[in-house]
């Protein structure tokens, strides 16, 4: 099993940042990468970023490519969306999931992802 806990949601204006968090705890080593996924108030989730846990790899959405940038901290056990230049249409609750599956094949797909954290509310004010 392995658990996953977001911080860093908020209320911003167009324009600004912020920079969310996905803490993991219990069988990490199982993780082949982490993404993160948003989804907005009658919407499917979709995919914005991913990134593997143990050797090089990052992908980013279009829509993202440029403003948001993943990283990692394996010593903490914890991913980071660092998003810029953020937009309304960012506003979304983003959540982080892990997956034991290749993140380079199936990173779009949320059913690949096993597990998820509880997800963090981001605003962007117009």
């Known amino acids: 099993q392995v658990q996953l806990v977001e911080s860093g949601g908020g209320l911003v204006q167009a324009g600004g940042s912020l920079t969310l968090s996905c803490g993991a705890s219990g069988r990490t080593a199982s993780m082949d990468g982490v993404g993160w996924f948003r989804q907005a108030p009658g919407k499917e989730r979709h995919f914005v970023a991913a990134?593997?846990?143990?050797?090089?790899?990052?992908y980013y959405a279009d829509s993202v490519k440029g403003r948001f940038t993943i990283s990692r901290d394996n010593a903490k056990n914890t991913v980071y969306l660092q998003m810029n230049s953020l937009q309304p249409d960012d506003t979304a609750v983003y959540y982080c999931?892990?997956?034991?599956?290749?993140?380079?094949?199936?990173?779009?797909?949320?059913?690949?992802?096993?597990?998820w954290g509880q997800g963090t509310q981001v605003t962007v004010s117009s």
């Open positions: 999931g892990a997956t034991k599956y290749s993140i380079a094949d199936h990173r779009l797909d949320h059913r690949f992802y096993d597990y």
């Open positions: 990134i593997r846990w143990t050797i090089p790899g990052t």
